[in-house]
């Protein structure tokens, strides 16, 4: 059987900036045997996610050493947690039409080898299919178990997320204020401030590129001090937060987005800082959460069904308009998750 | 009643490497009121750490604002944890002649405020007295609580020590091999390095100093990779020993030795690294693992007596050598734990 795929790849390796010249969108048969265990899949919704850089980089960059992230060959597609519909099965657990969600592609179809996550989607909760490739998906998981399992905060602290108005970040703000902590974000432009503030409840928030000083900003938010840091950035924020820590004070890093594009942005924490107060700074993968994942999911639906938990996405159409979806993510231009509707259900 | 006592004290603040001209040796006359609660103690030893330095420098120095490090006033005399004999006492607790350990000074005689640490000491364990500053005391906590506590071991695991030869370091390398841990330290001369092969059976160790790349070396010395990393220096040691961690490996942070008296130098580890691989990095006072300190000194008592553990005392003698003693910590001269002797018993 053939289909034709229209799909997104990397020319090469991008080691800096990504920019629109670096990608194409291929089109190409596809042959498949039906006697195969593969799954056939017409994708839906994809993520649009900044960790993808890190595997679009070249193996002999300083950061390609990476090897934990696999990395992407240019040419070839690109693997993504989306949504989609069975279009073609032979194995007894997935069968023509159904819904499923799991590791898919930057393109039309999937064709997904058996061992690669998949799992059929329960549509029946009455929200839109995209919220399983955000909040319901990686992007809630990421939040809610780097938040609850990595920071183990309590109530009444003091939590101060950056990234604020990403993916994730916008998420663990709402799941921290729902724990009865004090919540300040940090975003990119007035509009995310606002939006943190009067939309999502943040106690307070402000525009890091309006601060000429980082540590001082951070003071002023939190004269009380940090006791947990959700950091999306790294950088210099990871250092101001350290330098604004309270003892005992946690980092969790779910991701250095200012460290991605410019291997020379390099958080240097002060390290008296670290041993005095007695830090610990702690990095994670939605993976290592699946063992919450059922406490997450139940949890997260009921917050989204009583309405204490907004969920705020942010969705181009196509995948013509994967590469600069993605190149969006690094100006700071979504508000919330990025998601690429691929085709209508 | 009046003493006579020679203290050593800071001239002015310090705030790049110690240096003999930044010392002094003053003699003053100690008058106190024999009704106070103040015990007065002669002496015998006294501890020399590296964390001291962190208390000399000026508050306005970028590394002047860990406020949780209680800051020397120059011209005072300088409290550390020492060994002595109480002189004098009106207290029900402390009677003159009594053996005690704790917050006592860099000079002849202290004057233990009530409150201060201060405990009776039970010499009637055959060790040194000279012990109960080192191995029995904060050194052997910090290593034994740091490594036990905070690194969380596993038997069969890979252990990096820095600065292994140091007073805390050669404790942990043993804990480590006595746990059945894979055990390689680093240190600053082939002298050191052969101690810790040959004398306290470390499975390997390397000079720093002649090492090019120090994430060679430590591919080198660990082909499977590290998985604890119990750190002493910071700096570019911090950072190779995480490019070469497993997943999940932890870093106790027990001191900076490198950034001390550099505050330029700082270590800056790859976060992707620390992301993908889940690394933990937590920094630690001994004064955290006050729980543990029953279990410490039974089982560190029992493998001193048994001769599973050794340790190595680098001591001085006299007040006046006090200044070089803690200089000369800086410059990597002691082996094992730096001690000065201020008098005879």
């Not at 920019?19 to 190409?28: D, G, L, M, T, Y």
């Not at 900003?217 to 950088?235: E, M, S, T």
Request: charge should be neutral; include cysteine.
């Amino acid at each position: 059987m053939d289909i034709k795929n229209k799909y997104v790849t990397i020319k090469t390796n991008i080691n800096g900036a990504p920019k629109e010249s670096n990608f194409e969108i291929k089109v190409e048969n596809v042959s498949f045997i039906i006697e195969s265990e593969d799954v056939v899949v017409k994708n839906l919704f994809v993520s649009i996610d900044p960790y993808q850089i890190n595997r679009m980089k070249s193996q002999s960059s300083s950061q390609g050493t990476i090897s934990f992230a696999t990395a992407i060959t240019p040419g070839e597609s690109i693997d993504s947690y989306g949504v989609g519909r069975v279009l073609f099965s032979h194995r007894p657990d997935f069968k023509k039409g159904d819904l499923v969600a799991g590791l898919l592609t930057w393109g039309e179809y999937s064709i997904v080898k058996e061992g690669s996550l998949l799992n059929k989607l329960d549509p029946i909760m009455g929200f839109p299919l995209s919220y399983h490739v955000g909040v319901l998906g990686f992007s809630g998981l990421t939040a809610y178990g780097g938040f609850f399992q990595v920071c183990k905060p309590k109530p009444g602290e003091k939590v101060f997320v950056s990234a604020a108005s990403g993916s994730v970040g916008h998420l663990v703000g709402q799941y921290a204020k729902l724990l009865g902590c004090y919540v300040v974000g940090s975003a990119g432009s007035q509009e995310k401030v606002n939006f943190l503030k009067e939309r999502l409840g943040f106690d307070d928030a402000f525009n890091y590129k309006q601060e000429t000083d980082l540590k001082s900003a951070l003071k002023r938010c939190f004269p009380q001090g940090i006791d947990v840091y959700f950091d999306n950035v790294g950088g210099r924020m990871l250092e101001a937060a350290v330098a604004n820590m309270n003892s005992f004070g946690r980092v969790a890093v779910c991701g250095v987005i200012s460290e991605y594009t410019n291997a020379t942005t390099r958080a240097a924490p002060e390290m008296l800082d670290i041993i005095y107060k007695r830090i610990t700074i702690k990095g994670f993968l939605a993976a290592d959460f699946m063992n919450v994942y059922a406490e997450f999911l139940s949890k997260t639906v009921e917050y989204l069904k009583s309405g204490k938990l907004k969920t705020i996405e942010d969705v181009s159409l196509g995948v013509e308009s994967i590469p600069s979806a993605f190149i969006g993510l690094f100006n700071g231009e979504n508000i919330g998750k990025k998601i690429v509707k691929v085709a209508d259900e």
